[in-house]
């Protein structure tokens, strides 16, 4: 693995040149950054860039309506864990331990609660196969060095009194815990007002969809003259058009509209964003009453073969998730409703007592390998694009890997290149670029 | 079976004194008749009112909002027939009959469809139990004269390609059919609106919740006095109070609010209304275009032993019901959202594949004997009191009832009482009202 520059704990200070531009035309002050997506990825990279002192715009039309308000909030890189994931298993462990600090920086009077809980997550197997397959998870993640209890179905049963009587086997989690990501992003777009009103900006949030990139320079010199070797200086990132034509301009811009990324005009030349939607159907209800709560921890299951979760929030409501679907309908399935009802009812029979409050769908945007696309881009010449930044392609972990995703980015804006990370890069599936790997684009 | 009189084809035209009353407070012109309850059944009782030529207003805060905006819509006299249940199939039999001619009265131009469509129904057992029970329903329809006919699975499947392999028994019933009640409340607003302006009168709709009644003299006046005899003259009801203590006179009060009729003050002394919401989910759906048409006729099933229907309207959506619970959840049962969405795929797989656009919940008003409460109500005197028309506890059958309600609304609007309806009285739980069964009370 390549070096790690340990920069975690170093604020990135910066430059009186670093926050502001003058030579802008009269009356409109350059932002520092505009982030293109109001989800809870871009929002949060907003907010870490605010903190950081830099004057950030945000443009979406309607956000946090896509994959982040369908969202269960599963911070649960344990559970969540794949076979052949293990360096997304770094990026998600780094982001869980962000967490905390990211909720507790949003927790403020009059500001929307994120509803972050550090409740365990208890996962259930349903029948023999079921059994078979968490406990070769559990091999994956002790391999790994992750902390999984196996309980017997008696002390699941303790736990949670509510748990089915057709259970094959028992983990507890603790660690894998919740936010409400409804919550969390209208306190992220409540702080990023409040912060800018305070600082005397305008409100951060533009609500146009963006267009395309807007460039100085060529975006595509060296590609256009094959041969040309890095002569012609490749050109930089910006601002943003927006769908109306007008121009923003900024001083970086941060790609982070999930799969509408795709579609930006003037995306680098030889760019692929392998970004497709994966839709998931999920389910908001109330419990009655007389059940509450229903469960303590959040309770992920396998249920012949298919996944289910039923998390718990503290206002007495659960989200019950999540499909994955690989066809073309965004609106929510019949079918994977009744998947979802059937296989929590397998798991927790008092399910069928909950009143449905939501049916919702939408498509995360998945990638090739089911890791992000964060980082910046190389141009021709190998070196990476001034301006630039792309933050997209989440797929199941938006929510969780926001705060080191903020991170992250936090650091390339202030001219850090963490090689940690850079098996994301967002041009790994562009095979006609190839990054120099030199760090620092400053 | 008392006589019945013959009337159906009588048109009742009011005579100049009936439609107009000048000794009303000078600028409030005093309708003929304040219907309470804005859902189909009070739609239709004030459209055919309007038609025979009244006044009419229509106090609801959110009309055809309740029950109303549920309902399936199926017109289905024959395979909702219910053992012991005959007397309200001679209702639901006359009703059914009246919809053509009740829907056609609606059509217009700019006027919003009501949906009326004569498609046949398809009626599926799944398992032996079910075929049983289907069998026996079949002996009742035939000894009621119904026609009903037994298909081979293979004829079934033949009419409708999409049905499921778990099929025991078909049978088709050509009579009975379907209107979409949403549309149809809306075309029956669109009318009352439309022929109250073009006669220079002001819109019928109060959006006001009614609080009770208003009354002329003395509302118990017999029951106060017991043995006082018929010296002393019963009070008639003369209006509507609303909740904001505004007072709506009228010539005549008809009450089809529902459930809510409970709850109106100053009801008749010993006028008992047995009312209980009866709770049902009902799902609306859509169709993707390659599954089009999904069926062509309506899908009625019993699976083991619960009922569930399949309907498909003209615009590519299918509305999957219902169920019925006893309890008290107003909510959407996720059981129940469950229930429906299992049971609808045994019958036709393929709704696996439909996108869930709506689940919805509402109270019917039940009654101890599951037919309304329909008519006129006597006072201690034995005659009916004056100047109030019960129209409630329809229960299942509101939208299939409305025509046949709304022709005897009319008909006791004009004096005249049908003996063939008298089982239906609203007193005929109040253990201290004896009508006289005098017939006409004008």
């Known amino acids: 693995m390549a070096p790690t520059m340990p920069r975690e704990n170093a604020p990135e200070t910066p430059t009186p040149g670093d926050t502001a531009e003058h030579d802008a035309p009269v009356g409109l002050p350059v932002p520092d950054v505009a982030v293109i997506g109001g989800g809870i990825v871009g929002l949060g990279i907003a907010w870490e860039a605010q903190c950081a002192g830099r004057s950030v715009v945000v443009i979406d039309p309607a956000p946090a309506t896509g994959a982040t308000f369908a969202a269960a909030g599963m911070l649960a890189p344990v559970s969540e864990l794949h076979y052949q994931?293990?360096?997304?298993?770094?990026?998600?462990?780094?982001?869980?331990?962000?967490?905390?600090?990211?909720?507790?920086?949003?927790?403020?009077?009059?500001?929307?609660?994120?509803?972050?809980?550090?409740?365990?997550?208890?996962?259930?197997?349903?029948?023999?196969?079921?059994?078979?397959?968490?406990?070769?998870?559990?091999?994956?993640?002790?391999?790994?060095?992750?902390?999984?209890?196996?309980?017997?179905?008696?002390?699941?049963?303790?736990?949670?009194?509510?748990?089915?009587?057709?259970?094959?086997?028992a983990y507890r989690i603790a660690s894998d815990h919740q936010v409400d990501p409804r919550g969390a992003a209208a306190a992220l777009r409540h702080r990023l007002s409040g912060v800018a009103a305070a600082r005397g900006d305008a409100d951060p949030f533009i609500a146009q969809a963006a267009a395309g990139l807007l460039w100085e320079g060529c975006p595509g010199a060296a590609a256009q003259h094959p041969g040309g070797g890095g002569a012609e200086r490749p050109g930089r990132v910006a601002g943003v058009v927006l769908g109306n034509g007008t121009e923003i301009r900024a001083r970086e811009v941060v790609v982070a509209n999930g799969l509408a990324a795709r579609s930006l005009r003037k995306l680098p030349e030889g760019l692929e964003l392998p970004l497709r939607p994966v839709h998931g159907d999920i389910l908001r209800l109330r419990v009655p009453e007389h059940l509450r709560p229903l469960t303590t921890a959040t309770i992920r299951g396998l249920v012949r073969g298919l996944p289910v979760y039923i998390v718990p929030r503290e206002d007495g409501t659960v989200v019950i998730g999540a499909t994955s679907r690989e066809d073309h309908n965004p609106g929510v399935s019949a079918g994977g409703v009744h998947q979802l009802l059937r296989d929590a009812q397998v798991l927790l029979p008092a399910v069928a007592e909950l009143e449905l409050l939501e049916s919702t769908a939408r498509a995360r945007p998945g990638t090739p390998d089911n890791a992000p696309l964060l980082g910046r881009v190389a141009a021709a010449s190998g070196k990476d694009i001034p301006g630039l930044i792309i933050a997209t392609g989440f797929f199941r972990h938006g929510v969780l890997l926001t705060p080191i995703a903020a991170h992250i980015v936090r650091q390339l804006l202030g001219g850090i290149t963490d090689l940690a990370w850079t098996n994301f890069r967002p041009d790994r599936f562009s095979p006609t670029i190839r990054p120099a790997h030199a760090g620092p684009t400053a």
């Open 85 to 169: 994931e293990e360096d997304l298993l770094d990026l998600t462990l780094a982001s869980s331990a962000r967490w905390p600090g990211f909720a507790a920086s949003l927790v403020g009077p009059g500001v929307p609660g994120t509803g972050f809980r550090t409740t365990p997550t208890l996962v259930l197997g349903a029948d023999a196969g079921d059994r078979d397959a968490l406990a070769d998870l559990r091999e994956v993640q002790a391999q790994n060095g992750l902390d999984v209890e196996q309980l017997t179905i008696r002390a699941a049963r303790a736990a949670e009194p509510l748990v089915g009587p057709h259970i094959s086997c």
